[in-house]
């Protein structure tokens, strides 16, 4: 019987996180998987690519049907519900974040929400709103992804600034600073509605 409480501690539950806490439980060792937010999945399944390919694909059907004006086809300028274009990206951003408390639940994998910090070689506290939690473990994976730079006097908040939340600007009428491929299908997803919206209003 080993000494420490877990095998296994991963710290971060993005995509480098639960892929190893999966695997590592997967070959028989007791894990324990801490995340800070509500949800599995990290940036890249819940503010980040997921959610961003989800609007993307429509501002793809967008452009595509436009498109077929060149054909001698055309269906007029789309109306675009962005609460429900909204809706429709949190539904799919749910059943993927769903489905992966569901594997590790399956695996055995203990999910522990809450901020972690390593009190020695083979230690850590976890702080959350019930208070602090103090594990032991043989190993560790750090996963922790990364953090958004802050530009200075133009600095927001990350729920401000990724995108496929609700934002405080008028978000017609913004600028994006592309530093990575979600950046760049963001810029893309918003010209598409935004242009629409444009000829609409002429």
């Known amino acids: 019987m080993s000494d420490f409480d877990y095998d296994l501690l991963v710290l971060g539950a993005g995509p480098g996180g639960y892929t190893a806490a999966f695997r590592a439980a997967d070959l028989g060792q007791r894990v324990a998987l801490v995340e800070r937010y509500p949800a599995l999945g990290g940036v890249c399944l819940n503010v980040g690519c997921i ?4 609007l993307l694909h429509t501002a793809n059907v967008i452009e595509e049907v436009s498109l077929m004006e060149q054909h001698g086809v055309s269906f007029g300028d789309p109306s675009i519900d962005i609460d429900k274009l909204r809706n429709f990206k949190d539904k799919v951003v749910d059943k993927l974040s769903s489905g992966l408390a ?7 994998v203990e999910v522990l929400q809450g901020s972690g910090c390593f009190a020695g070689p083979h230690e850590i506290v976890i702080e959350s709103d019930h208070g602090q939690q103090q594990l032991t473990f043989k190993n560790a994976i750090i996963a922790v992804g990364s953090q958004s730079l802050e530009l200075g006097q133009h600095a927001v908040g990350r729920s401000q600034a990724d995108g496929t939340r609700p934002a405080p600007w008028n978000w017609k009428k913004f600028r994006i ?4 491929s979600a950046a760049a299908s963001l810029a893309w997803k918003w010209l598409v509605f935004t242009r629409r919206w444009a000829a609409k209003s002429r």
């Open 102 to 108: 569901s594997m590790a639940k399956q695996r055995k």
């Open 51 to 54: 959610p961003s390919k989800a």
């Open 177 to 180: 600073v592309c530093w990575s």
